[in-house]
């Protein structure tokens, strides 16, 4: 096999380097990139057995930055610590286009576009070349661009291409490089989005009766979220001065008003009518959103905002969100051809075993409702996420059956 030898590599900090960060070029502009985690293991570039060399990608949400994930970050560290043993994953961030520390670029905003940004930033790091297995995590609007990521990796996908000038090209269509061995082996979607989310929950967003029932209320404050939030006061300062610089508000403006267009866009690619994933391992984690809403519903009605149509509207808002999250969440389980669904409760305050351990009784698909916890579950509950990570982790490094493809051998 031809492939980047091990001391090219070596001189690569994204490859060999156990922390990097910084500006990654990919053609028209250029993406904010962090990475931790054990560097990889260049042996395995020639030789058949299996060696632990996952890489994690994280999807954030809409409007949402890398910061926001560094109590999940926090914990995979410990977690190498607390467990020698058990090799942790390498863990990969991205700002989406004109996000956080990430440069604007002069394409649209939508979620097939930014997939194929991150595509570009992880070829341009050579990560694509030196890990064999990627794990999604994908967070709200983050796992519409996730799907897509995944629709890149598919056969005859087309896969855009952009000029110098950041005008769409040609089309070509491709799989992975032949350099390329890695391939994705499972998703985690955390609180996920779905392609029919714009038709239960439609625009425009934010929903204006929310806006009116908020007022000048502080949603962080109402909803528990700063004070539950594991970060720390510089911390949490350092997010907000990103979010409210007008670079990241122009972008995460744009990536909301194209809100029905990428549900349709992602639709159209009809991946839970054909159960894209097989019998790759699927984890959905839910959170109780609907109970943020409910606190600033009655902290509205409590301090006076709304008229009476704009709470009652949203009242009604509220009270059917809980079902049809649910089912959004559900429908999303057919990503996956697994039969069975490991249904799980990670209750309020609860740790559960040892961050780090890898899960000895696993399920190629599983459903995560998260009790109490609000949407922010990366802020909130980290504790969930890495543990359902080593959990899809055991299932892989376990079945000596996974292919290159993520598909089982028969």
Not at 82 to 94: M, T
Not at 129 to 150: C, D, K, M, N, Q
Not at 234 to 245: D, G, L, N, T
Not at 284 to 296: G, K, L, M, P
Request: overall charge negative; hydrophobic content about 35%; some cysteine.
């Amino acid at each position: 096999m031809s492939s980047s030898s091990p001391s090219s590599a070596q001189s690569n900090p994204w490859i060999d380097a156990p922390e990097r960060s910084g500006l990654v070029s990919i053609g028209t502009h250029s993406l904010h990139l962090s990475i931790s985690g054990p560097p990889c293991r260049f042996d395995s570039l020639e030789s058949d057995k299996e060696i632990p060399n996952e890489l994690v990608i994280i999807f954030t949400g809409a409007g949402d930055l890398s910061l926001s994930w560094t109590p999940v970050l926090r914990l995979f560290q410990a977690s190498s610590t607390n467990s020698p043993a058990v090799p942790p994953p390498r863990i990969l961030i991205c700002d989406r286009s004109g996000l956080g520390r990430s440069e604007r670029g002069p394409n649209r905003l939508t979620a097939a576009i930014a997939a194929t940004e991150i595509l570009a930033a992880l070829r341009s790091t050579s990560l694509m070349t030196y890990h064999r297995s990627l794990i999604l995590v994908a967070h709200s609007y983050g796992a519409i661009v996730a799907r897509e990521f995944i629709h890149l990796f598919e056969s005859e996908a087309p896969q855009a291409v952009f000029s110098s000038s950041g005008a769409q090209s040609q089309t070509e269509y491709s799989t992975a490089r032949e350099d390329e061995r890695c391939r994705i082996k499972a998703l985690i979607l955390v609180d996920p989005a779905t392609e029919k989310q714009h038709l239960s929950f439609p625009p425009p967003l934010p929903n204006p009766d929310f806006v009116a029932l908020l007022g000048t209320l502080n949603f962080a404050r109402v909803t528990g979220l700063r004070e539950n939030a594991k970060l720390s006061t510089e911390e949490w300062r350092a997010r907000a001065a990103a979010m409210s610089s007008p670079s990241h508000q122009a972008a995460t403006q744009e990536e909301v008003s194209n809100y029905v267009e990428v549900c349709e866009t992602l639709g159209e690619k009809r991946q839970i009518e054909r159960q894209v994933l097989g019998t790759r391992p699927l984890v959905v984690i839910q959170a109780e959103s609907w109970r943020e809403y409910e606190a600033v519903y009655e902290a509205g009605v409590e301090a006076g905002h709304g008229s009476e149509e704009e709470r009652r509207r949203f009242k009604e808002l509220v009270d059917g969100w809980e079902e049809k999250d649910r089912v959004l969440k559900e429908e999303v389980l057919g990503l996956s051809s697994v039969k069975e669904v490991q249904h799980v409760t990670a209750l309020k305050g609860e740790t559960g075993s040892e961050i780090g351990e890898e899960e000895r009784n696993t399920c190629s698909k599983k459903m995560v409702l998260v009790k109490g916890c609000g949407h922010n579950v990366q802020l909130l509950r980290p504790d969930v996420i890495v543990r359902e990570v080593y959990s899809v982790l055991g299932t892989i490094r376990r079945d000596g059956s996974w292919d290159m493809t993520g598909e089982p051998r028969l």
